[in-house]
């Protein structure tokens, strides 16, 4: 069991109050042992007397206190907990914190507590507040302008019979891409697959045929991230064969997704099979604007994206990563 007895607060401060992190050590029960000085200044607390000893977890707001309890559970287990959650300094001062919990164990191996270090990350969460304010101002807009361009279109065809059945086309069409902007509109963390696919693809018909043939299991959810990253290589795709491929020149296309297992676990592969006019090949060539920002997308959401010209078309695949708990 790690007593209190057994810390010397000057031979850890030598170790650990360097460090700008808020470093805790916490009994195996859960009490609240020592704090370092860096720490006691992040969390603005003048007298460490009036903590220590106290359960930790019940020093977080309500709501958090099953996350942290939860999390030691985690650790005693042997595992690195991790979360972010917010809670307020000694003077309650709004915080957010990233929050890493590990087990300590005895020379023979017995858990006799845990250490603790939170990091202030209250102004990253703050940016990330402030960029998703931004996007759904920015939705919002783009869904205005998609509405005032079909009002156009109506507007202009009205009274013209030739130019209505054109008009209604286009505005089917635009009407699908802005359906595709409101699919993570609200909090919600996961969409269909297949919704999401069919709705990136639904503009492009011929005759009130698709000119796309989407192969998607109904089960396979994806997150709003990875959501971003396969709508941004489905668009490139779209756009480079409306200009010169398939799309806009005849041809065939198939969309497939599935669920693959690999060496590194579970992955979510989508392929993009296009035959017909051999497309321009601006989408891989190298520096392109197009492929330079998918590529970044991809790597930053753990993924791949590759591009295999065919004699008469090309073959595209994006694979992301899926946690282990989804």
């Not at 999390?71 to 991790?82: D, N, P």
């Not at 200009?243 to 806009?248: D, L, P, S, T, Y």
């Not at 599935?258 to 520096?287: K, Y």
């Not at 392109?288 to 959401?301: F, H, K, W």
Request: with cysteine; aromatic share 4%.
């Amino acid at each position: 069991m790690l007593s209190k007895a057994e810390l010397s607060p000057e031979s850890l401060s030598r170790v650990l109050e360097q460090s700008s992190d808020c470093v805790k050590l916490v009994d195996a029960d859960g009490a609240l042992l020592w704090m370092n000085p860096n720490g006691q200044c992040a969390m603005e607390v003048d007298d460490f007397q009036a903590l220590g000893g106290k359960e930790w977890a019940s020093l977080w707001p309500d709501e958090t206190r099953p996350l942290i309890r939860q999390a030691m559970v985690e650790a005693a287990g042997g595992q690195v907990a991790r979360l972010e959650a917010y809670c307020p300094t000694a003077k309650g001062s709004p915080r957010w914190w990233e929050v890493s919990i590990s087990a300590v164990r005895s020379p023979e191996g017995a858990h006799t507590g845990f250490i603790s270090i939170s990091r202030d990350v209250s102004q990253l969460h703050a940016d990330r507040e402030a960029l998703q304010t931004l996007l759904a101002e920015m939705r919002h807009r783009l869904k205005n302008s998609f509405a005032m361009v079909c009002a156009m279109l109506r507007s202009i065809a009205r009274g013209h019979e030739g130019n209505t059945a054109f008009a209604e086309e286009m505005v089917a069409r635009i009407s699908a891409l802005a359906t595709a902007q409101t699919l993570f509109d609200g909090e919600q963390a996961f969409t269909a697959l297949d919704d999401l696919l069919g709705t990136l693809i639904s503009p492009f018909r011929e005759g009130g045929r698709p000119l796309i043939a989407l192969d998607c299991p109904e089960a396979i959810e994806v997150t709003r991230e990875h959501a971003d990253a396969i709508s941004l290589v489905i668009g490139e795709l779209t756009v480079n064969s409306t200009k010169h491929g398939a799309i806009g020149h005849g041809g065939a296309i198939t969309l497939c997704a599935q669920i693959e297992d690999t060496p590194d676990g579970r992955q979510l592969a989508i392929t993009w099979s296009e035959r017909g006019r051999r497309p321009v090949e601006s989408t891989s060539r190298p520096g392109g604007q197009g492929l330079a920002l998918i590529e970044r997308i991809c790597r930053a959401r753990g993924g791949t994206f590759t591009i295999a010209w065919q004699d008469e078309g090309l073959d595209a695949r994006l694979t992301l990563p899926i946690p282990a708990d989804s």
